[in-house]
């Protein structure tokens, strides 16, 4: 099948098919980070740009690896250097990003649906690499190619996701994309941090960690963070990871090939024990690897899209 | 002028009306309605209007005009142009301007403005509380005095409970309703409805909850004191419950929604349209079912537009950022008329939430077609089907989220105070 | 459409065994020498070519696949192509490199191919073996092995079948002549 979008804002915008595709495509990629000479020619003299209103080490550094493997060129703005401070809107500064012809615009931003306004207004492919709490489509895909690598395959497992559901972006995109596929997933956390009409998406709701990890094949943590605006969600970081944080103690009850993601960065001792973040079950790593694959699939896909 | 209306099938609620018959404007005035007036050849206007409605010009209890302040979004002239095109022969406009409408000065500059520059009727509403800030109670006698005929902090709750007493019980004085808008913004983190499409796009929520507490809040405390609530844009299923209940044992209760309150969704705001932003937000489908239901069985008494007009860059930001608001005057009367070709009202019943029911609230002599009355009366047509262009829009506030819907039902013609103040093309 | 066969199974056999031979001949055996198909079909030649040389040679040459998508010269000007695995686990530094494929034409895939390998090492040598050369180049670069060559006549086209990809092994000419 061929692509064809413009842009990736929203896993809930791609069919089946076409996460298979991104997935499958990955696969070829991966293969050139493991060599001497990290680098194909083919996105020569294509221009990348990261625009991140958010702060963020690992997925900006991920999509600009991934293009400077594919040999294109990257510049990156971050929020705080940039006109934003100035108080240049959004579509201004991606008109004026356009007037260089940047072939990519990568953009992460506290807002949801920012993404979207620079898809409508410019002719460049956008790509949205968070945007507030609404999606953070990169991310699940490199979740699941994570997933079928370890597994075989997405379809029949269980799949817990622990933490703040509410504001979670990652969480919502794996929710949107393991729902394409036969799949139990399971939300676990505070009962103040799960959206109420969470169960129309297909998925369950626990609000007690060892019911909720029981024969679990794959375990996702989310970054956890005490105040959201003028109220606390949950009483104290403390009281959270006694009883949220995953322990050695709770793996036994999931099934013993269980494997445990996170997208980074994590809260040691909080949401995730070091014993656990270290442990054989551990994939966090492997997460970190297939993003730059799974960034380079889009990134080939997107520029080289059926038009 | 003379102006004779011919042929049309008028409908005016009040008087039990609804037959063909003509009607004779002479000045501003309703000279007489009977069958077959003769043209007497001195008529400045002989409108045909056959296979259409002649109604009472429509009262809109609820719009944002935004002058003083706000004129880049809207002017008096604009918005009452707007109104007239829509169907609309009075207005009230609410008090959040800038200044704030919360003293006779204001209230005067608004009458006066209109008076000069407006196409139809402007009724200022007052602020309850000075600057909208519910603390202290505006000088609503004085205002009163200049033209008032409501007071409400549109745009905003009176979180105080003990200050919205005190409102409810001082505009017993001078016997005026008190406009409520109901929200409870300790329980509202954001824009749009608690519901599946939060969910799905991860914007912080409303719930209808935020809406019904202060529902039920304002009721019990206008029982207690026995005074006159009129609960503005009511939006959820939960609402509408309520003031069902209440109104079964207190008769001073009145309420309005708007059309977009039974015409979108909240599944709308899924690809972050800012024109889809408005407060109350788009509710569930449950929500609108139970809407339609209200206006049916009477529960809520009036549609009102609540027309927010703003300029684009308020709209064209992120979600989050934007204003809230529907530019709503032009497409009300065709949004509104879907409820009768869905079979939900009569036109009679159509008609009397736009025209006897505000009449009353407001104790205003307009809303019916009695002769002796002013002349203000419209020509509609509910069959014609039109293409929402917000280019078209009279009004500077383009922000509608029901730009390029094919909807049945326009305004042709409309008359205020005897003069034609609006003219479609196609009569 | 008329339809030719101009190569049938046996016949592709002979000349897969033949080709083996100059190979061997040219290289005085098989030492330092690996096998890389180009994806698709060359890399079933190149196995089946890798079977032949252990049968004379009693030794098993490393056999690698190489995908050239991302090296093409034409990638965003035609219907973008799914990007497969390429696998070479073996260290080709001071090689002999055999690269295989099954059709040459323009020389273009063989200069992407070339490029490729340039990334993943330092080769001795680079040899190319292909199964039909139709001519009609458009780089200055030529097999050094080749099967059968047949020059193609306008509306004609050469296609390649082989019972790995395609079920049945034959080499039919289609066109209008």
């Known amino acids: 099948m061929n692509w064809t979008k413009k842009d990736l804002l929203e896993i809930k915008d791609l069919t089946k098919d076409e996460i298979l595709l991104i997935l499958e495509t990955a696969e070829s990629f991966k293969e050139i980070s493991l060599r001497e000479i990290k680098k194909v020619p083919t996105l020569r003299g294509k221009t990348v740009i990261t625009l991140f209103y958010e702060p963020s080490t690992r997925t900006r550094t991920s999509f600009e690896i991934a293009a400077k493997r594919l040999s294109a060129d990257t510049i990156n703005i971050s929020a705080s250097t940039s006109s934003f401070v100035k108080g240049e809107t959004l579509k201004d500064t991606g008109k004026n990003l356009e007037s260089m012809k940047p072939d990519v615009i990568i953009i992460r931003h506290s807002m949801p649906g920012a993404p979207h306004i620079l898809a409508r207004t410019l002719k460049s492919s956008i790509i949205n690499a968070g945007d507030g709490a609404h999606e953070h489509p990169t991310q699940a895909l490199l979740d699941l190619f994570t997933i079928k690598e370890k597994k075989g395959k997405i379809d029949g497992l269980k799949i817990v996701i622990i933490g703040d559901i509410m504001h979670s972006r990652v969480a919502r995109s794996n929710i949107f994309a393991l729902k394409q596929f036969d799949t139990e997933i399971v939300c676990c956390g505070p009962a103040t941090m799960i959206p109420p009409y969470i169960e129309k998406l297909g998925v369950a709701v626990e609000y007690n960690i060892n019911r909720a990890v029981k024969d679990a094949d794959v375990v996702m943590m989310l970054r956890i963070q005490k105040e959201r605006g003028r109220i606390s969600y949950i009483p104290s970081i403390r009281e959270y990871a006694i009883l949220y944080g995953l322990k050695k103690a709770h793996l036994e009850k999931a099934k013993k090939d269980v494997i445990v993601m996170h997208p980074g960065p994590m809260n040691r001792g909080v949401e995730i024990s070091d014993e656990v973040a270290d442990g054989e079950y551990s994939v966090i790593l492997d997460q970190v690897e297939n993003g730059v694959a799974v960034r380079m699939a889009i990134l080939y896909l997107l520029i080289g899209r059926e038009q | 002028m003379k102006i004779l209306i011919k042929k049309g099938r008028v409908i005016d609620p009040k008087n039990n009306i609804d037959e063909i018959l003509d009607v004779y404007i002479n000045g501003n005035i309703i000279e007489k309605i009977g069958k077959n007036i003769k043209e007497k050849g001195v008529e400045d206007f002989v409108i045909d209007a056959t296979d259409h409605i002649v109604a009472p010009g429509f009262i809109d209890v609820h719009v944002h005009l935004r002058e003083p302040g706000y004129e880049y979004k809207e002017t008096i002239k604009t918005g009452t142009m707007a109104a007239a095109k829509g169907g609309f022969t009075s207005v009230v406009c609410m008090a959040n301007t800038e200044p704030v409408n919360d003293n006779r000065s204001i209230t005067e500059f608004i009458i006066k403005k209109a008076k000069l520059e407006g196409s139809c009727r402007v009724f200022p509403c007052g602020a309850i509380t000075k600057g909208l800030k519910g603390e202290e109670l505006s000088e609503i006698g004085d205002m009163f005095d200049a033209g008032i005929v409501a007071i409400s902090d549109d745009g905003k709750s009176v979180k105080h409970s003990g200050v919205l007493r005190k409102a409810l019980e001082y505009s017993k004085i001078f016997g005026i309703p008190v406009i409520s808008h109901c929200e409870d913004t300790d329980l509202s983190h954001g824009f749009i409805n608690e519901g599946v499409a939060s969910v799905l796009s991860g914007l912080d929520t409303v719930p209808s909850i935020a809406e019904e507490i202060i529902v039920q809040r304002d009721i019990m405390i206008a029982k207690y004191v026995n005074a006159n609530i009129h609960l503005t844009h009511i939006s959820t299923a939960g609402s509408v419950d309520i003031i069902a209940r209440e109104k079964r044992n207190y008769k001073y209760i009145t309420c309005d929604t708007c059309p977009h309150y039974f015409s979108l969704t909240e599944d709308a705001t899924l690809k972050f349209d800012t024109n889809t932003k408005v407060n109350p937000p788009l509710r569930s489908k449950k929500d609108i079912e139970a809407i339609k239901e209200g206006l049916k069985n009477g529960i809520i008494d009036i549609i009102a537009t609540d027309h927010a007009p703003h300029d684009l860059p308020s709209k064209d930001m992120e979600f989050n950022l934007a204003a809230s608001g529907i530019s709503g005057l032009e497409t009300a009367l065709a949004l509104s008329l879907t409820l009768f070709h869905e079979g939900v009202l009569t036109l009679g019943e159509l008609v009397k939430k736009f025209t006897v029911n505000p009449a009353r609230l407001l104790k205003l002599p307009y809303g019916d077609l009695s002769e002796g009355n002013a002349a203000d009366v419209i020509v509609f047509n509910p069959y014609i089907e039109w293409i929402v262009d917000k280019n078209t829009f009279l009004s500077k506030g383009k922000n509608t989220p029901f730009d390029g819907w094919k909807l049945k039902g326009k305004n042709l013609l409309t008359i205020v105070d005897g003069k034609i103040v609006y003219r479609d093309g196609l009569i | ?177």
Do not use: W
């Open chain 3, 1 to 177: 459409m008329k339809k030719k066969v101009f190569l049938d199974k046996k016949a592709i056999d002979r000349t897969l065994t033949r080709i083996t031979h100059e190979i061997l001949e040219k290289n005085k055996g098989c030492e330092d020498l690996c096998l890389i198909g180009i994806r698709t079909r060359g890399v079933f030649l190149a196995k089946r070519i890798q079977e032949k040389i252990k049968k004379i040679e009693k030794k098993e040459l490393p056999l690698g696949i190489l995908d050239i998508t991302m090296y093409r010269d034409d990638l965003f000007k035609i219907k973008l192509p799914v990007v497969k695995k390429t696998d070479i686990s073996f260290d080709i530094n001071n090689k002999i490199v055999l690269l295989i494929d099954d059709v040459m034409h323009t020389g273009r895939t063989i200069r992407a191919a070339i490029d490729a390998l340039m990334d993943l090492g330092r080769p001795k040598k680079i040899q190319l073996a292909v199964l039909v050369d139709r001519g009609n180049r458009e780089l200055p670069i030529h097999p050094d092995f080749a099967g059968i060559f047949y020059a193609i006549g306008a509306g004609e086209e050469i296609l390649v079948k082989l019972k790995e990809n395609d079920g049945k092994d034959e080499v039919i000419i289609v066109g209008t002549q």
